[in-house]
């Protein structure tokens, strides 16, 4: 098993551009989410999905889309990149049965708006 | 709403050193608590964790107690090594949902 996987590992936007943050996991896990990791911030919430179809909204979802087609992706789209959005990006997913909701985390994006 | 509040850094120590970290909660219910551990450029790997109190979590030398009546889940290492040089989060998840709320991170470096 990759586990999760994330694409790119580093980019920078100018303003205004948009892009999308991939995420996929093989572990056929029902939840995934995205954080946002800011120095002294810890992790923060943006959008979440508890299946394929179904989607919701984190601690911090402005400026941020998601869409869930598969069990296995989670793309992240960034609509009209802002420099408040450098920041480094982690995709998590978990299984369902999981007593204690354990989180597998993707290596990350580092993402710079200039 | 849930929060994690843990001891800031960054944190110094000798390689063989005692480390400590302190981490509180504030949770509706009975949170599932765990310790993340973030080496330099990597993601977050999960280091233990526990689902009940008096649960003792432990990994890697690391120990940490789910404890209800001081709502904490401190960490502690007896000796640690240069190799657990890396930035240590506390988390807590409700039991009615998967959503993670983590504290604020502390850097711990050890030097030989």
């Known amino acids: 098993n990759a586990g999760v996987t994330q694409t790119p590992k580093f980019q920078v936007l100018k303003t205004g551009q948009s892009m999308t943050l991939q995420c996929a996991q093989d572990?056929?896990?029902?939840?995934m989410s995205w954080y946002r990791q800011d120095p002294g911030m810890g992790l923060r919430l943006i959008h979440y999905?508890?299946?394929?179809?179904?989607?919701d909204q984190g601690e911090v979802p402005n400026g941020y889309n998601v869409s869930r087609s598969t069990t296995e992706d989670f793309p992240l789209r960034l609509l009209s990149a802002a420099p408040s959005q450098t920041s480094v990006y982690f995709c998590?997913?978990?299984?369902?049965?999981?007593?204690?909701?354990?989180?597998?985390f993707g290596p990350g994006t580092r993402l710079t708006v200039t | 709403g849930n929060s994690v509040t843990q001891m800031e850094g960054p944190v110094t120590l000798s390689e063989e050193a005692f480390l400590t970290i302190n981490c509180t909660y504030t949770?509706?219910?009975?949170?599932?608590l765990f310790w993340y551990v973030q080496y330099p450029g990597e993601g977050l790997q999960l280091l233990l964790k526990?689902?009940?109190?008096?649960d003792k979590g432990s990994n890697k030398g690391f120990e940490a107690t789910y404890r209800k009546e001081t709502t904490s889940f401190h960490l502690e290492k007896g000796s640690v090594q240069v190799s657990d040089s890396a930035v240590y989060f506390c988390?807590?998840?409700?039991?009615?949902?998967?959503?993670?709320?983590f504290g604020a991170g502390t850097t711990v470096t050890v030097r030989a």
């Open positions: 998590a997913s978990s299984y369902d049965d999981s007593a204690s909701h354990e989180q597998y």
């Open positions: 572990m056929n896990h029902e939840y």
């Open positions: 999905s508890v299946g394929a179809g179904i989607t």
């Open positions: 949770a509706t219910g009975y949170p599932s």
């Open positions: 526990a689902t009940k109190a008096d």
């Open positions: 988390a807590l998840s409700d039991q009615s949902d998967y959503k993670l709320s």
